[in-house]
């Protein structure tokens, strides 16, 4: 729009060039956005068998003698531990069960094994330092703060208002810290056509029940393998991937070469493998719907935490291309 402006005051442009310039213009305007990656539900596409989903019945995952109701599951200050044998380490009370009204069980969104889901993130493994940073950010209200109108900013912007205190984000950092680092991607496929998807309750990206097809059109869509234990939280059951065609190619050579200067090589901060350095965060095998986010954060300033200025360079001159090109190409990566 500004080119059209200037164009018409300089006057030295055919309308046939205004034309062009307003067509590619509108093109750009068009195509430029990932809201996809921040995932809203819309009770108006649920499929039937969502609807039909009894709270009170009770059920369970293969291998676990827990039984629990679906409102049980969901929740958030008592999350389904499936496996209590299988954690490294005794469970922080502020993880398992939360502290009061304002302090929800970490496990709620993070999981026991800390891997997140795409609407969430990924902790485990990651060191003490860093998330000790992103709990004072939230909390400063300086980093991934509401802004706009999506109803997922709005609602993430809680991680802004929650309460734990030093003692408590102390120990939950500890113990995801140490938590081992699971493959949580099971496979990155890259495609025109995609299933048909729905925003299911919990904000997870699920294929439609009913079958069908859409254009990927630029996004990323990641669906949990199954179903039936995604809905049931559990901590091991992992998401497939679906990218652009080509896009892996491309965002190795943004994040391994800097792309020609659009870029920094990603290595120099975040380690060779890309499994973090110091307290500077691991980027490999982590979701791709969750780095699409945070990239498109840094670039908007949505997120500006303690260190997140070190980023601007790195993202200033992305376009959601490269972007998607880049969170499909960790994705790949082995964790
Ligand atoms: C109701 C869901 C929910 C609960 C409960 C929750 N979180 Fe989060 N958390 C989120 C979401 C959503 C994000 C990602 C926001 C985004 O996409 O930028 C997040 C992000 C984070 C991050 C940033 C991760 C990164 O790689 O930068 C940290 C650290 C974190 N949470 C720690 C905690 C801790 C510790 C607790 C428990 C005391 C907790 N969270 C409880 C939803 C939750
Ligand atoms: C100059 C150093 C530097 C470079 C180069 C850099 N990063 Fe970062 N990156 C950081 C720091 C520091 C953080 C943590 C910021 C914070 O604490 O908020 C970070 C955070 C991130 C996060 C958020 C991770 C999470 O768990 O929330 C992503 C994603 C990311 N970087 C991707 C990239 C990619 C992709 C590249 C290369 C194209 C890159 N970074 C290059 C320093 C860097």
């Not at 629990?68 to 380490?89: G, K, L, M, S, V």
Request: charged content about 20%.
């Amino acid at each position: 729009m500004i080119k059209v402006c200037t164009a018409v005051r300089t006057g030295g442009l055919s309308v046939k060039w205004l034309i062009a310039i307003l067509a590619l213009t509108t093109a750009l305007v068009a195509r430029a956005d990932v809201e996809w990656a921040y995932p809203v539900l819309d009770e108006s596409l649920l499929p039937q068998r969502d609807l039909d989903l009894d709270p009170q019945a009770l059920r369970s995952v293969p291998g676990s003698s827990l039984q629990r109701t679906q409102e049980q599951i969901d929740d958030h200050w008592n999350p389904p531990d499936w496996f209590p044998d299988d954690h490294y380490a005794p469970v922080p009370d502020v993880v398992a069960h939360g502290d009061g009204p304002n302090v929800r069980a970490c496990a709620a969104c993070h999981g026991f094994m800390g891997a997140g889901h795409p609407e969430s993130s990924h902790l485990a493994g990651l060191t003490v330092g860093y998330i000790t940073r992103q709990m004072a950010d939230f909390r400063s209200g300086a980093q991934r703060s509401p802004s706009g109108s999506s109803a997922m900013r709005l609602d993430r912007s809680w991680m802004n208002t929650f309460e734990p205190t030093l003692e408590q984000i102390e120990q939950a950092a500890e113990w995801f810290s140490g938590l081992p680092v699971i493959d949580w991607i099971d496979e990155v496929i890259e495609t025109d056509t995609v299933p048909r998807t729905y925003i299911g309750d919990g904000r997870m990206r699920h294929v439609h029940p009913d079958g069908g097809t859409e254009p990927i059109d630029g996004r990323i869509v990641e669906v949990p393998q199954d179903w039936e234990l995604a809905t049931a939280r559990h901590p091991r059951s992992g998401f497939t991937v679906y990218a652009p065609t080509g896009s892996v190619a491309r965002g190795e050579e943004l994040v391994t070469t800097g792309g020609d200067g659009r870029t920094i090589e990603c290595f120099t901060c975040h380690g060779q493998d890309l499994k973090g350095f110091g307290d500077t965060p691991r980027l490999a095998g982590i979701s791709p719907t969750y780095v699409v986010r945070q990239l498109n954060d840094f670039r908007t300033g949505d997120r500006a935490g303690t260190l997140g200025s070190l980023m601007l360079l790195a993202v200033t001159n992305l376009t959601d291309e490269d972007i998607v090109a880049i969170a499909a190409y960790l994705a790949t990566l082995d964790p």
